[in-house]
């Protein structure tokens, strides 16, 4: 079955992360693995989570359908909710590795 590339659903979180993180040693590096992120996973065409687990060895398959990658050599995380039968993915949640550490992943819900 062919798939479509995701659609991530909304690259403003990370631009407003980013931005949150003004003033940060880190703050270019977390930009340019989260570009990088966005740009490898809007073009790919995962069918489901086993397909994402072979893009991302790193990333951690919470449920069905709820991912978390890790960013920047995992010192940030972020987590993505994906729907693979309409190839659409939703940015749920990211923050520091210590924050994810005190939060509950597999129930986080977005907020803005």
């Known amino acids: 079955m062919l798939h ?8 403003q979180t990370l631009i407003a992360y980013v931005n ?3 003033g940060h040693k880190d703050q270019a590096a977390v930009k ?3 570009d ?8 790919a065409s995962w069918p489901n989570a086993t397909a994402v687990k072979q893009s991302y060895t790193t ?8 991912v978390v990658f890790n960013i920047k050599g995992n010192s940030h995380r972020l987590i993505v909710e994906i729907n693979y039968a309409k190839s659409i993915l939703w940015i749920i949640w990211i ?4 924050q994810y550490d005190a939060i509950d992943a597999t129930g986080v819900k977005y907020h803005a």
């Open 4 to 11: 479509n590339p995701v659609r991530i659903i909304a690259r």
């Open 32 to 34: 340019t693995s989260l």
């Open 20 to 22: 949150t993180l003004q």
């Open 36 to 43: 990088a992120w966005f740009a490898e996973a809007k073009k």
């Open 95 to 98: 923050g520091t590795h210590k």
């Open 59 to 66: 990333a951690s398959i919470l449920t069905a359908s709820r």
